[in-house]
């Protein structure tokens, strides 16, 4: 009896796992065309976060595919517990996606190839890493649901976050920087999910 119910407990995890974790696939062609804009945010309240300290650099909205995500428990998790790499452009089509592993860690990514599907420079300007830092408890939930190839849509600010004891964290706000200075740190207003 013990087994059977270790076999069912052992099909349920399996198959709700792979029903909320499994890659969501389009086929070829480009899923999110437009690159994200950016623009002053002037006159607006910075939030407020725990114990941190944020600071508004700028508005920010995109939308794009997601290739991968990874959630973390470091210092940074207490206000952006995950982070997506996104891609839009030549970068949110499948042909190009084939050829490319993408690694997350430490707060950063890299990817792996055997030859780079487009010019590098254009992988680079058309890839961000963005830690999603969600301003509701509801958005939160949200990002929970995040699966890589969904198509997010995400409007918020770029932030500066800071806390007492002289940690911080300013978002970059360029689209052509790579590596661990180059991340997006996104307070996230608005998000929406679509396969």
Do not use: C
Request: glycine share 6%.
């Amino acid at each position: 009896m013990l087994k059977h119910i270790i076999f069912i407990g052992i099909l349920f995890v399996s198959g709700y796992l792979y029903l909320t974790e499994r890659t969501i696939t389009h086929g070829p062609g480009v899923v999110a065309p437009n690159a994200p804009t950016q623009e002053p945010a002037f006159a607006i309240k910075n939030p407020k976060h725990k114990d941190f300290t944020i600071r508004i650099l700028s508005k920010f909205d995109m939308e794009a595919r997601v290739l991968s995500k990874a959630r973390y428990s470091d210092k940074l998790a207490n206000i952006a517990p995950m982070d997506v790499v996104v891609g839009w452009g030549p970068m949110s089509d499948e042909r190009n996606l084939n050829e490319v592993l993408i690694k997350q860690t430490d707060r950063y990514f890299n990817w792996q190839m055997t030859n780079p599907p487009i010019p590098l420079h254009k992988m680079v300007e058309h890839t961000a890493n963005i830690h999603l830092a969600p301003s509701t408890p509801q958005i939160k939930k949200k990002i929970w649901e995040i699966r890589e190839g969904h198509i997010v849509s995400m409007k918020g600010y770029l932030i500066e976050v800071s806390s007492g004891d002289g940690w911080s964290l300013k978002s970059s706000t360029r689209r052509n920087d790579y590596g661990k200075e180059a991340s997006e740190l996104l307070w996230i207003e608005e998000i929406q999910l679509r396969p």
